[in-house]
């Protein structure tokens, strides 16, 4: 499909997500695998406790010898053994017998309960002491006290994370204990990155007439990065087609995912992006009904997804973060594609021009809710608005004022530490 009409960034997104589609699973050890999706169902190999434990330092009992038992009158059993940690006991807890053991050690054949150290006349933890030849139990337990017992987290079998789940540090410390040392996640996407414009010169070099440095390259790889996406730098083509089409020939040698070029679609006579993709590319939308940020195309350059974000760096960076943010998530495997999103008070009158307005904000939580307020000025040009804000509060299409106490849609882009 494509459109030379104006779209919604609503329709301009469902568009962008219809074009891409989460990338192929590959393995990775599973200490890269934080961040990641998984591709694939988890099932447990193993039960989780594998075998059943005891929960305290104490003495493995059978629960039915001591019920009687209580301070002022203690009941003696002789001490078999000692189990630590690691170690399998070979004996058989037998009527009137007990074995000491630590923490996370197996449990004994024949004991059903354990009772802590500090319910007995021996209340040391210190596995260096002797053994004693008995014990004094002075309190009562039951069947299954301070055992965990084999499977009680996860039975072996089981279904343990779907396919689709985000792998945080305790996905990680659940695969570990499974056994999981491989693990099935969508591939990284590999996001092309190209600045165009004869202005731009690279960082390192002292400005000269005329010339400014190129920080899109820079601020939208590390947005890609944030996303834990790789970003693969195309360099800067100048106002030439030929040069957007060498830089473009790269990337496709390079088996990228997406391409994120900034500047050159809008409709001036050096916006050579939007040429060459007309010549050579497919392209669904040119503009979106937005600001800021109104020229960003989308479409495919020779089969590969191309989002053609604005040159002002704030408009590269909101459009990034309303339509490449989404896409590239979905390559990743994500299903929750948007930012976390809260209502605010507004705490002043903000006018726009009728398009969905991205308001760069500092959103702070007081005793009555959530109230924002703009960091001032909103050229599409002033990088320091996004610098002081932590959010995007969007001012709906068709309206041109909104008033102080308006409640608004907040996009959060820090969140929750930078909110208080
Ligand atoms: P354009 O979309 O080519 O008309 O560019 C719009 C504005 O963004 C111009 O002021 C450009 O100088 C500026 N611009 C374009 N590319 C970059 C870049 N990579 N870094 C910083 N500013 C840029
Ligand atoms: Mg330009």
Redesign the pocket.
């Known amino acids: 499909m494509s459109t030379q009409e104006d779209l919604t960034v609503e329709q301009a997104l469902a568009m962008v997500l219809t074009g891409v589609e989460p990338l192929p699973s590959e393995k990775v050890p599973l200490g890269d695998a934080l961040g990641r999706v998984l591709a694939d169902p988890i099932a447990a190999g193993d039960s989780l406790p594998p075998f059943a434990n005891s929960s305290m330092d104490g003495y493995a009992v059978r629960a039915e010898d001591i019920q009687t038992a209580a301070n002022d009158s203690p009941i003696s059993l002789k001490v078999l053994t000692d189990i630590a940690a690691g170690f399998v006991a070979d004996v058989v807890v037998r009527q009137g017998t007990a074995a000491r053991i630590m923490t996370g050690a197996a449990m004994p054949q024949g004991a059903d309960a354990v009772v802590p150290v500090e319910d007995t006349n021996e209340p040391w933890r210190d596995s260096e002491r002797p053994l004693p030849d008995t014990v004094l139990i002075r309190r009562a337990v039951q069947k299954g006290d301070y055992v965990r017992p084999i499977g009680e987290d996860i039975e072996a079998g089981q279904l343990v994370l779907d396919a689709g789940h985000i792998l945080r540090p305790q996905e990680i410390g659940v695969l570990a204990a499974l056994g999981v040392s491989n693990v099935p996640v969508h591939r990284r996407p590999r996001v092309g990155l190209l ?3 004869d ?2 010169i690279p960082v390192e070099q002292a400005l000269e007439p005329g010339k ?6 820079y601020a939208q790889a590390a947005q890609i990065a944030t996303l834990g996406a790789e970003p693969v730098n195309l360099g ?1 083509a100048r106002d030439r087609e030929s040069d957007v089409r060498h830089k473009l020939a790269l990337g496709l040698e390079e088996g990228l995912d997406l391409f994120v070029s ?5 409709v ?1 006579a ?2 050579v992006v939007k040429a060459v993709l007309e010549k050579e590319g497919n392209v669904g939308f040119w503009r979106v009904r937005m600001r800021p940020g109104k ?1 960003l195309a989308f479409g495919n350059y020779h089969g590969v997804p191309y989002l053609g974000l ?4 704030v408009s ?1 960076m909101v459009s990034f973060e309303r339509f490449v943010r989404p896409a590239i998530r979905k390559l990743a495997g994500f299903s929750d594609l948007d930012r976390p999103e809260v209502s605010v008070v507004l705490q002043e009158e903000i006018s726009s021009d009728g398009r969905e307005t991205y308001v760069r904000a500092v959103v702070t939580r007081t005793a009555d809710g959530y109230k924002a307020i703009s960091t001032g000025s909103q050229g599409s ?1 002033i990088l320091t608005s996004l610098v002081k804000a932590n959010a995007l509060v969007i001012i709906p299409e068709g309206v041109r004022q909104v008033e102080a106490g308006t409640v608004l849609r907040a996009l959060m882009i820090d969140w929750p530490e930078t909110v208080f």
Do not use: F, K, M
């Open positions: 600045a165009t414009g202005e731009l400014i440095r190129n920080s899109n390259s800067v900034s500047a050159g679609v809008s001036g050096y916006d020229p604005p040159g002002n760096p590269a040009n």
